[in-house]
């Protein structure tokens, strides 16, 4: 008989987990607390309890072809930074393709996950739902936690003295859903991470004044990366990896900094961030640095002390009259349903085998997916999770002994403070094409480029120089999908469909205009040039696709 598994969520993790469940032939059934799918990308207008919760107008930092599923691409109209709406029908297209919604029970909370009394035999959970006020409870032979981490707001006011005196309005910014209602007011948005960013931006259209504090800054960049190209296609290629990994320390260091102030100087936008050498995540906004430079936005330090109506930042500045302030401060996370002998989380942090396993059951038939903050989008990431813990559930891939489980995560604990540092903003971070590569080995599923160089070079320059997209990990192994070399070649065309809505032919240049500019080095025949250049593409212009 089939092996049942409780998968406890239905976001992006859930999804992918209750699909992963059914192509290793095991049988999932997937309890969500609310009453419907889509997790954090589902926009409502109350703040739901247990449930992240989004605000009006979020738009995904991760591009369409590097935040989609490995075997199901986004359809090719769909912009390259999608509204939540527009993700959420991705995830309902999901859902119906692969027939997902008949294994999920809505309304239903799971409320206690515990061993069976022979769990060191049978490795068996019992599972406690409680839906419309009657419990229920159920055994299962594996358990995906799938609950995603931005549920619990984390507002630290001990940080922050006379905040209890503060005669304004004060919440987080799990909170905040659209900029009505705060027409004309001084508004305190506290936190630098991209919440802080994109609220601060949206209010500063409507309020008299919007500053922004920040303690450690952070490197703010465009989602229009190099040639138009969504950032992450630029920058999560196996090639720029490969540079990066190979650079000293100093060297990618001044370079990664130089790539950052190529849009604006950070030191004159008052936004640097305090260690410079940490590779900590961005924050990608278009419009915080016009913002910043129209004086809509102002950047404030760290707020040392409030009283009734104003706030008093760190270098001794004062801003009066302060109306509102949002602590865009993040998250925290916790697993209300488990004992701490299955996962203690502890500053922020759980120890889990490659940030799905704990290391101490005696038989690894629980898995955690989709806790993490990858520099890169979380979709694929979750989707390979789950694709390895399934296989694990099964058999067909084998974890090592507790204590090299045990001596593998403190490794990544040390390594992720090397590169991220120790803020409780970073403490899920990790690399990106390195731990999709890692779960792939758990999986079977990764690119085997040097055989693909002899059998089907193009591909393989392709997955080495062009973006790590999702479809790398459906060319080989267990879960091979006959469409994956396709979407490979076709991703660049997916990419521009949605732009290039009004098509201009390529601009030719005639000979003639050539041998004047190779010929003259004066000013005037370059300018000639380019005037004939313009008149050529003028004539070339045609209105609307072809
Ligand atoms: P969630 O989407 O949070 O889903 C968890 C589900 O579990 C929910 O439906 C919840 O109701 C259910 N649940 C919780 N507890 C229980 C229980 N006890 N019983 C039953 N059901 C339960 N990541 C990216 O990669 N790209 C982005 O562009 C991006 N943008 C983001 C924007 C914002 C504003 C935020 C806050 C995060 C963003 N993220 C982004 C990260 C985000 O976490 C992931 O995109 C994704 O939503 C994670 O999915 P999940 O399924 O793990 O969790
Ligand atoms: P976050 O990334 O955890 O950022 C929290 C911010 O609060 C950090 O700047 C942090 O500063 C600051 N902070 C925390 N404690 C503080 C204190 N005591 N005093 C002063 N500052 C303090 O949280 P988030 O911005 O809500 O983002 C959560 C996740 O959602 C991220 O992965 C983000 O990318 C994602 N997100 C995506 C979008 C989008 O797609 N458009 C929008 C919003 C969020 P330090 O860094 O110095 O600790």
Redesign the pocket.
């Known amino acids: 008989m089939a092996k049942r598994v409780a998968v406890i969520g239905s976001g992006v993790s859930g999804l992918t987990s209750i699909k992963c469940c059914l192509d290793e032939g095991l049988q999932p059934t997937c309890f969500e607390r609310s009453d419907d799918i889509g997790g954090l990308w589902r926009f409502t207008e109350k703040v739901e309890e247990g449930r992240a919760s989004?605000y009006r107008s979020?738009?995904?930092?991760?591009s369409k072809e590097m935040s989609c599923f490995s075997d199901f691409p986004m359809p090719e109209h769909f912009p390259n930074f999608l509204h939540n709406t527009k993700f959420l029908e991705y995830l309902k297209l999901y859902a119906k393709n692969f027939d997902l919604l008949k294994y999920i029970q809505f309304k239903t909370t799971v409320i206690s996950v515990r061993k069976c009394q022979d769990f060191s035999t049978t490795g068996q959970w019992i599972v406690v739902t409680e839906s419309n006020g009657k419990q229920v409870s159920d055994t299962f032979d594996a358990v995906m936690v799938c609950i995603g981490h931005?549920r619990e707001s984390?507002v630290?006011l001990q940080?922050?003295p006379g905040i209890e005196k503060f005669k304004g309005q004060y919440f987080h910014?799990?909170q905040y859903k659209t900029p009505e209602g705060f027409e004309g007011k001084t508004i305190l948005v506290?936190?630098?991470?991209?919440?802080?960013?994109?609220i601060a931006v949206e209010l500063c259209q409507r309020a008299a004044q919007v500053y922004l504090?920040?303690?450690?800054?952070?490197w703010v960049i465009s989602r229009v990366y190099d040639n138009g190209y969504p950032w992450d296609t630029v920058i999560h290629t196996r090639y720029s990896n490969l540079i990066r990994s190979f650079l000293p320390w100093t060297l990618l260091k001044w370079v990664t900094e130089k790539k950052m102030n190529e849009w604006f100087d950070h030191e004159n936008y008052g936004l640097v961030p305090?260690n410079r050498a940490l590779m900590?995540?961005q924050?990608?906004n278009d419009d915080l640095p016009s913002r910043i430079l129209c004086g809509s936005v102002v950047v404030k330090p760290?707020?040392k002390e409030f009283t009734e109506t104003s706030a008093i930042f760190e270098d001794g500045t004062v801003m009066e009259n302060v109306d509102v302030v949002i602590?865009?401060?993040?998250?925290s996370f916790s697993f209300p349903f488990l004992e701490e002998s299955v996962i203690k989380v502890e500053n922020n942090q759980a120890p889990l085998y490659k940030h799905v396993f704990p290391p101490q059951l005696e038989k690894p038939s629980l898995a955690v997916i989709g806790l993490i903050?990858p520099l890169g989008p979380i979709m694929p990431t979750a989707e390979l999770q789950a694709r390895w813990a399934t296989r694990v559930f099964k058999g067909l891939s084998v974890l090592p002994s507790e204590n090299t489980m045990m001596t593998d995560t403190l490794k990544r604990r040390e390594k992720r403070i090397h590169w991220f540092?120790t803020?409780?903003?970073?403490t899920l971070q990790t690399d990106h094409i390195e731990y999709l590569d890692e779960l792939a080995e758990g999986s079977g599923a990764k690119p085997k480029i040097f055989s693909l160089l002899l059998t089907d070079p193009r591909l393989a320059l392709l997955i080495f120089f062009g973006p790590c997209s999702p479809f790398q990990f459906r060319l080989t192994g267990p879960g091979r999908w006959d469409g994956a070399r396709n979407a490979i070649l076709t991703c660049k065309e997916r990419i521009i469909k949605p732009t290039k809505t009004r098509v201009v032919d390529k601009i030719t240049f005639t000979l003639k205009s050539c041998i004047v500019l190779t010929q003259s080095e004066n000013l005037f025949a370059k300018v000639r040039l380019w005037q004939s250049a313009d008149v050529l593409k003028d004539r070339n212009v045609k209105h609307g696709p072809k």
Request: glycine share 14%; hydrophobic share 30%.
């Open positions: 989004i979020v738009i995904t930092n991760s931005h984390y630290p940080s922050f910014s799990r506290v936190g630098m991470g991209n919440s802080a960013s994109d504090s920040t303690r450690g800054g952070s305090q900590k995540e924050v990608f760290v707020v602590f865009a401060t993040g998250y903050q540092g803020s409780r903003s970073q």
